[in-house]
């Protein structure tokens, strides 16, 4: 660990203490141990879930609490770790480590670049820890070293906030700017894969990176949490592949597609809702596969804006949620006034609806939960209907 090592020792030893009643203890120590202590205890819990091999790695040293509620869950890592081909790779924005970690589980060389030494002190620790002998750490800014540092494979992360912790959107204030170095990148190596904010516009950002080749979203619990957009040395007239993953409590989800198929596709639409109604997973709706979809899994969709799809035969492996049609409601003031009486608590989905799930839940008085499923939506001939369901 980057501390000496009484220090490092009574981390170890409190681990499982609770933080609270360790803080009471804070004046019997002459130097920061208990408060240190209660940092890595509170950057553990963080991760208990998220990444269960380091939470059971007790000699790993967490540099913030910050850089756990940042990092890649295990799920992701190891989904991105199958990524990168080649015997080397460059993550340039190594940050607490987890995908250079995951990486060099696949690859036979793996650099890790981060500007903050830290971070970089505890990385090789940590990596020393779960045995990750096949990686370099470097102290360097990713700008810096992108000329220097050679792989087939480059990654990159870049910070999505400001050094004031703002928020941003654009790819061009992402840091480091990708904009800037990829030529160089793809220059020396075989591919680039850069990680994108999950709430980027797809087809905004294919347009400033004409290079890529593969664009995989990622979801977690039908939560869309990753877009990774993959760069090759190929003409950019390319075939764009998109793969979409949701990756639910037990099973995977997976559905891929080459971007121009989405665009010639032709579904059926109907305005006849069937036995069985279909939800897309996020990865899906995010990756904007609304009529393909239809058309792979034999599906209609109910309105070319909708994005719910029915059928009156069970399609079992559709991406995404699956639910038995009990009931179809004509959508009216009226109805909105009574329906609570006979539908008391429901979960609420609106799709191609002029209200939103708070004004339909303020105005029908339904609370939130219980078993039934409430979809507001607008029919192919223009119909708002709500459709009662069951999973």
Same mark, same amino acid.
């Given at each position: 660990?980057?501390?000496?090592?009484?220090?490092?020792?009574?981390?170890?030893?409190?681990?499982?203490?609770?933080?609270?009643?360790?803080?009471?203890?804070?004046?019997?120590?002459?130097?920061? =141990?208990v408060v240190?202590?209660?940092?890595?205890?509170?950057?553990?819990?963080?991760?208990?879930?998220?990444?269960?091999?380091?939470?059971?790695?007790?000699?790993?040293?967490?540099?913030?609490?910050?850089?756990t509620?940042?990092?890649?869950?295990?799920?992701?890592?190891?989904?991105?770790? *199958?990524?990168?081909?080649? +015997?080397?790779?460059?993550?340039?924005?190594?940050?607490?480590?987890?995908?250079?970690?995951?990486?060099?589980?696949?690859?036979?060389?793996?650099?890790?670049?981060?500007?903050?030494?830290?971070?970089?002190?505890?990385?090789?620790?940590?990596?020393?820890?779960?045995?990750?002998?096949?990686?370099?750490?470097?102290?360097?800014?990713?700008?810096?070293?992108?000329?220097?540092?050679?792989?087939?494979?480059?990654?990159?992360?870049?910070a999505r906030?400001?050094?004031?912790?703002?928020?941003?959107?654009?790819?061009?204030?992402?840091?480091?700017?990708?904009?800037?170095?990829?030529?160089?990148?793809? *220059?020396?190596?075989?591919?680039?894969?850069?990680?994108?904010?999950?709430?980027?516009?797809?087809?905004?950002?294919?347009?400033?990176?004409?290079?890529?080749? +593969?664009?995989?979203?990622?979801?977690?619990?039908?939560?869309?949490?990753?877009?990774?957009?993959?760069?090759?040395?190929?003409?950019?007239?390319?075939?764009?592949?998109? &793969?979409?993953?949701?990756? !639910?409590?037990?099973?995977?989800? =997976?559905f891929s597609?080459?971007?121009?198929?989405?665009?010639?596709?032709?579904?059926?639409?109907?305005?006849?809702?069937?036995?069985?109604?279909?939800?897309?997973?996020?990865?899906?709706?995010?990756?904007?596969?609304?009529?393909?979809?239809?058309?792979?899994?034999?599906?209609?969709?109910?309105?070319? &804006?909708?994005h719910?799809?029915?059928?009156? &035969?069970?399609?079992?492996?559709?991406?995404? *949620?699956?639910f038995?049609?009990?009931?179809?409601? +004509?959508?009216?003031s009226?109805?909105?006034?009574?329906?609570?009486h006979?539908?008391?608590? !429901?979960?609420?989905?609106?799709?191609?609806?002029?209200?939103?799930?708070?004004?339909?839940r303020?105005?029908?008085?339904?609370?939130?939960?219980?078993?039934?499923?409430?979809?507001?939506?607008?029919?192919? +001939?223009?119909? !708002?209907?709500?459709?009662?369901?069951?999973?």
């Amino acid at each position: 660990m980057p501390l000496n090592p009484n220090i490092s020792r009574f981390i170890r030893e409190h681990l499982d203490d609770n933080p609270d009643q360790l803080l009471w203890k804070k004046n019997d120590y002459p130097d920061n =141990r208990v408060v240190i202590a209660v940092e890595q205890i509170q950057a553990r819990e963080n991760i208990k879930d998220k990444l269960p091999s380091w939470y059971a790695c007790r000699d790993i040293f967490y540099p913030s609490k910050l850089s756990t509620e940042q990092c890649s869950s295990e799920t992701t890592a190891l989904y991105k770790s *199958r990524l990168a081909t080649g +015997d080397s790779l460059c993550d340039l924005t190594g940050g607490l480590g987890v995908d250079t970690y995951f990486f060099s589980r696949q690859v036979g060389k793996v650099t890790y670049v981060e500007r903050d030494e830290l971070y970089c002190e505890s990385a090789r620790s940590n990596f020393r820890a779960l045995g990750a002998t096949n990686i370099e750490v470097v102290h360097a800014d990713a700008t810096t070293v992108a000329n220097n540092v050679f792989a087939d494979t480059y990654y990159i992360d870049p910070a999505r906030r400001t050094t004031d912790n703002k928020r941003v959107f654009a790819l061009t204030d992402y840091a480091p700017n990708v904009l800037e170095i990829k030529e160089t990148l793809l *220059r020396q190596g075989q591919r680039l894969i850069i990680k994108i904010s999950p709430m980027a516009d797809l087809s905004a950002v294919l347009q400033l990176l004409p290079e890529t080749t +593969d664009v995989h979203v990622i979801s977690v619990r039908n939560e869309c949490k990753e877009l990774l957009f993959v760069l090759g040395k190929t003409p950019a007239n390319q075939t764009v592949n998109i &793969h979409t993953v949701n990756f !639910a409590t037990d099973s995977e989800q =997976r559905f891929s597609f080459p971007l121009e198929e989405e665009k010639d596709a032709q579904p059926h639409y109907t305005s006849h809702v069937g036995t069985y109604l279909y939800e897309p997973n996020s990865s899906i709706l995010k990756s904007g596969a609304f009529k393909l979809v239809a058309a792979r899994y034999g599906v209609e969709k109910l309105h070319p &804006h909708s994005h719910l799809y029915t059928s009156d &035969h069970l399609v079992e492996d559709f991406p995404g *949620r699956s639910f038995h049609v009990k009931e179809i409601l +004509d959508f009216s003031s009226k109805l909105l006034k009574q329906i609570s009486h006979t539908i008391p608590k !429901a979960n609420i989905t609106t799709r191609n609806f002029k209200l939103s799930v708070n004004e339909l839940r303020s105005r029908s008085k339904i609370k939130d939960g219980g078993t039934v499923y409430l979809f507001a939506t607008t029919l192919n +001939d223009g119909r !708002a209907v709500l459709v009662r369901a069951e999973k």
